[in-house]
Structures are given as C-alpha cells and as structure tokens.
C-alpha cells in the first residue's frame, strides 16, 4: 500500500500524451506511471490506441490504461487545471519559464497540495509539442540531457518526471529555490476561464486596432505569459473582463461615429 498522502496527491495529478505516435509508448507510459504511485493518464487524439502493443507494453499497468481518457484537444485535456507543465526535449524553445524536473515536481506537489488540478504534458516522438499547445503551459519542463543528444524516448522521459513527482509526494523532494517553483494561487481560475479571457482579449485587440499590421501572435504571446504568471482568480478575470467588454463596445461606438 501507497501512503496515504501520495495516494491523495496523486488523484490530482494527470500524465497528458499528445498525438502519441507509437502505441507501444502509450503501454510504457502506464506502466512507468504506476510504477511510480500514478495513475491518471490522458491521451490527446492518439494515432493508434487502442491497440495490442499498448497492452504489451502495459505489462501489468492494464488499469491505468483502461481507465486512460482519450480527447480530440490539449486544450479540453487541460481545460480544468490551474497549473499545466509541458516537457519539451529542446531547450529553451519557447519563450516559457523553464523549470527542472525537480522543479516541477516541487510545483506540481504544492499546486495539488493545495487543492489543484495539475497536468504533465508530453509530446509526440517526432515533432514533440506545437507551439500552440505550449501556450497552453503554465511552464516548459526540460530534463537536463546529454545537449548533442537531449531526446529522450517519450515513455523513459514519463519516467523520469514520475520518479521526481513520487520523490515530492513522498516528501523526499529536495526544497528547491523558491524563485522556481510555480506561484500557487488557491483562488487561481482553472485553465478554461483563462481561454475565454485570452480569447476575449485577442479579439478586443482587434476591434481597438492595436496591431496596425503587425502579426498579433507575438503580442498574444507576451500578454499570455504575463497573465498565467500571475495566477488570477475569478474577481480579476471579471474586472479585466469587464474592461475589455467597455474598450470593444467604446470601439464600435467610434467606429458608429467614423461611418456616421
Ligand atoms: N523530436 C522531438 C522529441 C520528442 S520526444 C522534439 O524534438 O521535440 C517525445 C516527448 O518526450 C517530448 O515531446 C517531451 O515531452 C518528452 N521528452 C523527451 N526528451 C525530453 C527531455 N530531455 N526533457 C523533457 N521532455 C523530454
């Protein structure tokens, strides 16, 4: 029997596999998580699941791979988490704060420890992840590795994150800077209501014209990192939110005016 303490954590921690290529990593997978006291497992639009090298591979892990929960995007993989870790086997990549393993791990313990809902997001063997699906992420998580061979196969690198989520949930984690651990808001609003914001501000952008031809990503891009640094909670979201709606309907306003 697990301790308790992990046993509870790890209700709140779910491994997410994106476009998984080869079936045989999504059996690995499960078998590395349970090995390590987890057992959520998410396959994003898996190219081949179910399927018998997946059950080979499980070797014992059936369970978690039975119970895993298939979805068509990251975004609904992740719509009801309020910290979301994706591993990218390239360095610094994207313009996201990077933690180590260890880091993370600590982040993830704090986030559930608190009562959130926390995602570890994997790529696909070849392409890894797409850039918009690490805008989903709170941080990008990079195991340290040979840098002339830092690819790690998908399932050895969920076991690497594993055993370092199975050190902090067992309180065996060492305490890392604080600087690098996540912020924990226990306010903080789950993934999705961030989305509609996000979404709500890139088309308020657009209706004041504050691109002027410029590509919007880049600017989205910064004000995205910005607002997931933050944590915010529902209050701020309805403010910043009411704020946009005022700003969009002030622009059709002038807009009413300029065509009168
Ligand atoms: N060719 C791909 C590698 C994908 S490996 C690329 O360059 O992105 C499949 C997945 O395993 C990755 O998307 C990542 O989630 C994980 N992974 C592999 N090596 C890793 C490393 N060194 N650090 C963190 N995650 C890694």
């Known amino acids: 029997m697990d301790t308790p303490a992990a046993t509870d954590l790890a209700t709140r921690i779910r491994i997410v596999l994106v476009g998984t290529q080869h079936p045989g990593n999504i059996g690995s997978a499960a078998r590395a998580i349970k090995t390590m006291g987890l057992h959520r497992l998410v396959l994003v ?3 081949k699941f179910p399927h ?4 080979m591979m499980a070797a014992g892990a059936e369970d978690v791979l039975n119970a895993a929960v298939e979805v068509a995007t990251l975004a609904e993989a992740v719509a009801d988490c309020r910290l979301v870790l994706g591993c990218t086997a390239r360095s610094r990549r994207v313009q996201l704060r990077e933690l180590r393993p260890r880091d993370a791990a600590a982040s993830a313990h704090a986030e559930a420890s608190a009562g959130g809902e926390v ?3 994997f790529g696909r063997e070849r392409t890894g992840l797409e850039n918009e699906e690490l805008q989903l992420c709170h941080a990008a998580v990079h195991i340290p590795a040979n840098p002339d061979y830092s690819s790690l196969n998908l399932a050895a690198a969920v076991q690497v ?7 902090a949930l067992l309180g065996e984690g060492t305490s890392a800077a604080p600087a690098a651990i996540a912020p924990v808001n226990p306010d903080a609003v789950p993934h999705a209501e961030l989305e509609g914001f996000f979404g709500q501000l890139a088309d308020t952008l657009e209706d004041i014209d504050f691109h002027k031809g410029r590509a919007p990503d880049s600017a989205m891009r910064k004000l995205r990192r910005l607002f997931v640094r933050t944590g915010l909670d529902q209050k701020e979201v ?3 939110r009411g704020i946009l709606a005022d700003a969009q309907r002030m622009a059709r306003l002038a807009i009413g005016r300029s065509s009168g």
């Open 52 to 55: 018998n090298e997946a059950d």
């Open 238 to 240: 309805r403010l910043l």
């Open 45 to 47: 639009a898996p190219q």
């Open 119 to 121: 995602a570890l997001v």
């Open 161 to 167: 994150l594993s055993y370092e989520l199975r050190l």
